[in-house]
């Protein structure tokens, strides 16, 4: 029987085995070459942590509702999935078996899907594309979302809060979307050396200066057009807002859980000098804020740019783990932020 990756409780993952049902006529089934581990989203999960505990997302009125009655364990973890198809129903004209895809969908061995379910979005992948860099693409339409939101312009300058792979990425998504200068703010120096090879202009550490001040001096013009953070703290969130310059944009695009406490004063900068805090999360039914950009059109863009080499993700891949293995993970990352930046799960090799 394949196995799944399953959170039994908060900080407790276990491999499970699973059945399968046979196809339907729509259907199709791929087997997994390897997934990729999200530090913000799957950590947060693990640890107990997300705004999900003890509450549901109630995609009706657009609210978090109290629902601690519902059965919350076990779950899966994961949405970076890429694998070959196997199998196909009578009535599906592609994929065809050894193409292969990527899914939004959690850590296992096989995933059978119906090809026109949008809740299971499929991605065709080139055949000649390396799949680990594939499990780049659900993260890469992330980062290239928040750019949009940030409404980047030739000559720009931007401040990119949080280092991890989204970050990163936006680094460099920022210089193809033309900015002019950009700074890179992380605690942990092996990212902020890895994001000045990527393009950063500057690179601080928050817990060695008063960033909102340096990137202030450093921007010109009284701060960043943009700042774009990744990290989920509030604490970055507050700095973040205080390195835009005066009627500027700051992006919300991290993962944040918990109550911001004293880290986010909105009554500083955020009030005194106007500017605007900007969601960004594409998940959910939620819509682009621009016409004629959708979630397809954002995965197809960031797939040609992974695919031509000109965005850089072999360099963020720190760990490749058996997939039998794939529980120690979470703890490492958990433990060890600072030796981990893509995690991968392989599973058995193709053909």
């Known amino acids: 029987m394949p196995n799944e990756l ?7 993952i276990a491999v499970h085995p699973y059945g399968e049902k046979p196809l339907a006529a729509s259907e199709v089934r791929a087997e ?7 530090h913000g989203t799957e950590l947060a999960l693990f640890r107990g942590v997300s705004p999900f505990d003890g509450k549901r997302f109630d995609t009706d009125l657009r609210v978090f509702v109290d629902d601690t009655a519902r059965a919350a364990y076990p779950m899966g973890l ?7 198809v196997t199998e196909t129903g009578a009535e599906v004209q ?10 939004s969908l959690p850590h296992r061995e096989t995933h059978t899907f119906a090809v026109d379910d949008d809740r299971k979005p499929l991605t065709p992948l080139p055949a000649d594309l390396d799949p680990g860099r594939a499990t780049f693409l659900s ?35 920022a210089r193809l979307s033309g900015a002019r200068w950009i700074a890179g703010v992380d605690p942990i120096a092996v990212r902020r050396e890895l994001a000045g090879r990527l393009g950063a202009d500057a690179v601080l550490d928050p817990a060695a200066a008063d960033v909102g001040s340096e990137i202030k001096v450093g921007a010109g013009r009284g701060g960043v057009d943009a700042a774009i953070e990744f990290s989920g703290r509030y604490s ?44 960004s999360m594409s998940g959910w039914g939620a819509p682009h ?23 850089e993700v072999d360099a963020l891949v720190t760990q490749r783990i058996p997939f039998a293995q794939a529980a120690e993970a979470y703890g490492l990352i958990d433990r060890e932020p600072d030796t981990t930046l893509k995690v991968l799960f392989e599973y058995r090799a193709r053909g």
């Open 289 to 311: 804020r621009e016409p004629g950009w959708d979630r397809p059109r954002l995965r197809a863009t960031v797939l040609e740019l992974i695919a031509s080499g000109r965005l």
């Open 78 to 84: 994961g949405y970076e999935w890429v694998g070959a």
């Open 139 to 173: 993260s890469a339409t992330i980062a290239l979302q928040a750019i949009q939101d940030a409404r980047l312009k030739v000559g720009d300058t931007v401040a990119v809060f949080g280092l991890g792979v989204f970050g990163l990425l936006a680094v460099q998504l």
């Open 32 to 38: 997994a070459i390897v997934s990729g581990l999200s």
């Open 6 to 12: 399953l959170l039994i409780e908060p900080r407790s």
């Open 94 to 103: 592609a994929p065809r078996v050894g193409d292969l895809v990527h899914l």
């Open 236 to 279: 970055a969130l507050h700095a973040a807002l205080r390195s835009a310059r005066l009627a500027g944009t700051v992006v919300a695009a991290g993962f944040y859980t918990g109550g911001a406490g004293d880290d986010l004063r909105l009554g500083e900068e955020w009030h005194h000098n106007r500017l605007t805090l900007v969601s």
